[in-house]
């Protein structure tokens, strides 16, 4: 293609059969469409993974694409997409991470890189600039990802990894791609990287990017206002959210059975920067700096550090009924050496904790571990019982979809949505939270899905237990988040830069050399029409985007927002004006007129043949 500014125009791809590789050109007309990340990245999704394709098969692709702003001199630019068939909901995935991989990628000539195949024997690979190798991993395989970061990072310096630990080698659902310190998390994509026998990625490269303006777009980049901009994030990190949710009664504590923690104060931003943090850290470019890097004080993991993040100080804490927050830096430290999702480690671990103090599991099932609510210990052990896949950890691995089959009528105690467990946000005490869980392209999430937590709770702009306006207001949230994931910015600095639902396009105009007025919320439609599109031709309809059982009929026992309930006669008033602004049917599906609208009529072709229509 036409050089453009921030884009190197090419695609590597990969093919672990026979230990091949080529090149591929982006077409512009693709980019005008898609933009680049997240967008490409579900266009290749689309055109090359057929519905029969399962996670695990030799067939499924790991799909991998950086933005136009990724690497580039923008302000928090480490974005890249991550697409692949999710092995914990078993329907398209989508993931966003951070790290240098990203930019390192560009660098080396590439704005995407796509995996295929299987090897035969466990490998890693490293790209350097036109230089491809597939080499023995081995002695890596059955690592951590802390041991292998080690190994690599000591063999090339200064160059971006990527990797995978035992528990996706085991094949738990959840098994997540360490980048960088930072995470491909939610969806299982590691387990399926590990279905490849391929253990690590790394990638350096000496390319340099181009741009159409690069004296005006330094004029417009202003580190120092940006960090001011994000003060509060800049202070204590995305755990500055913990109080503010708890107080409005939206925290979800031992399973959801209600949505208020005593103990928030032990777990709370300003108690962690008091007690466990040491320093700042930042992701490429970034002058927020919102990670917040801890040290654990006492017990196996004293002296190690990690920088907990607001889902998972949530995730291995309330949702567990534990306030100890040495405990959570450890079980948090010890998620990453195993390579699992702390979401869903620590949604499905409380889950577990509430059957066993239902008797619906019991200490053989264990292993003679006290599986309850508030207990370290506990937490500790289930960690451990699921990365190696023993007693009860087995049945766990395999996420609330292979649960469901193995442990009778314990779906009701499950809070997810497609197979994705929740986050750190109780719907019942704000209605629009019910919409992002139940229409996420990804199963239960709070980003892909809509992060209306601003919009519900923080700012007031909505009342947070109306049910009218909720669709159109979702609708917004999820298409200016579809945009931003395929432009490969931090969603931190987002706002600072002009990327909102009324974006300035100067930014990446000046990147690009291209005019944007007025075509950012288009294109994030179009992206969020074409994922669901690929959920549709793997059976997902308006039935998948109901709520579990716990929302629609149990009401929040205290709190701000005690009684509260989304019934599902309440919440099928939202999906109803959700579909309705969509432009979808009664079943979710998008119409005719809205793809041709949207410019996808060549994907509905492709949809009818797939679903053999």
Request: aromatic share 10%.
């Amino acid at each position: 293609m036409e050089r453009r500014g921030g884009y190197v125009g090419n695609l590597l791809r990969v093919n672990l059969n026979d230990k091949t590789y080529h090149l591929e050109h982006l077409d512009e007309a693709s980019l005008d469409l898609f933009l680049g990340g997240r967008g490409i990245a579900a266009k290749i999704y689309f055109e090359e993974l057929p519905p029969e394709v399962r996670p695990l098969d030799e067939e499924n692709k790991l799909i991998f694409v950086t933005g136009p702003l990724t690497g580039t001199i923008v302000p928090a630019s480490t974005k890249f997409q991550c697409a692949t068939r999710s092995a914990e909901t078993e329907v398209y995935l989508c993931s966003n991470s951070g790290g240098d991989f990203g930019p390192q990628l560009k660098f080396a000539g590439y704005d995407g890189l796509v995996i295929e195949g299987k090897s035969s024997e466990p490998v890693y690979l490293f790209i350097s600039d036109d230089k491809i190798e597939f080499k023995d991993a081995h002695v890596l395989w059955g690592k951590s990802t802390r041991e292998v970061y080690k190994a690599l990072q000591t063999t090339y310096p200064e160059a971006g990894i990527m990797c995978i630990g035992p528990a996706a080698e085991k094949k738990v659902a959840f098994s997540c791609i360490k980048v960088d310190g930072r995470t491909f998390g939610r969806g299982g994509a590691g387990a399926v990287m590990a279905s490849k026998n391929l253990k690590a990625i790394v990638v350096k490269g000496k390319g340099k990017l181009s741009y159409a303006d690069l004296t005006e777009l330094k004029k417009r980049i202003k580190p120092r206002e940006i960090r001011k901009a994000c003060q509060s994030l800049a202070d204590y990190g995305r755990p500055i959210y913990t109080e503010a949710i708890n107080e409005l009664g939206c925290y979800p504590v031992r399973n959801f059975q209600t949505a208020v923690f005593k103990e928030v104060d032990r777990v709370s931003a300003p108690f962690m920067k008091q007690n466990f943090f040491i320093k700042n850290g930042a992701c490429y470019r970034c002058p927020v700096a919102c990670l917040k890097v801890c040290q654990v004080k006492s017990g196996s993991m004293a002296g190690q550090t990690v920088a907990p993040e607001y889902e998972t100080i949530w995730a291995l804490g309330a949702q567990c009924g534990i306030s100890d927050f040495n405990a959570i830096l450890s079980a948090n430290l010890l998620c990453d050496e195993y390579g699992m999702d702390t979401i869903s480690t620590g949604n499905i671990i409380g889950f577990a904790m509430e059957l066993y103090e239902r008797d619906m599991i019991g200490k053989e099932d264990t292993g003679g571990l006290e599986l309850k609510f508030g207990s370290s210990e506990a937490l500790k052990g289930a960690i451990e019982l699921i990365g190696q896949r023993k007693k009860i950890g087995d049945i766990l691995a395999q996420g609330f979809l292979g649960i469901a089959g193995r442990i009778p009528d314990s779906k009701r105690y499950m809070m997810q949505v497609k197979g994705m467990p929740f986050a750190a946000y109780d719907p019942r005490g704000f209605y629009g939270m019910g919409l992002t869980y139940g229409t996420s392209s990804r199963g239960a999430c709070h980003n892909v899905g809509g992060w209306s937590i601003r919009a519900e709770l923080l700012s007031g702009e909505y009342d947070r237990f109306a049910l009218k306006g909720k669709g159109k207001l979702i609708k917004s949230i999820q298409d200016t988040r579809a945009y931003i994931d395929s432009l490969g910015i931090c969603t931190v600095v987002r706002r600072a830069l002009g990327f909102t639902d009324k974006p300035d396009p100067t930014i990446l105009n000046l990147v690009t050399g291209l005019d944007f007025a007025d075509k950012f919320m288009e294109i994030g439609e179009r992206i969020y029409n074409l994922e669901r599109l690929i959920l549709a031709r793997e059976g997902i309809s308006r039935r998948d985007d109901m709520l579990p059982e716990r929302i629609m009929k149990e009401r929040l026992p205290d709190g701000p927002a005690k009684g509260h309930v989304l019934t599902k006669d309440m919440y099928d008033i939202e999906l109803n004006e959700y579909y309705e602004v969509r432009g979808w049917n009664k079943d979710g599906i998008p119409t005719q007129n809205k793809l041709e609208a949207l410019s996808l009529q060549d994907m509905l072709v492709s949809f009818k043949e797939g679903i053999g229509l």
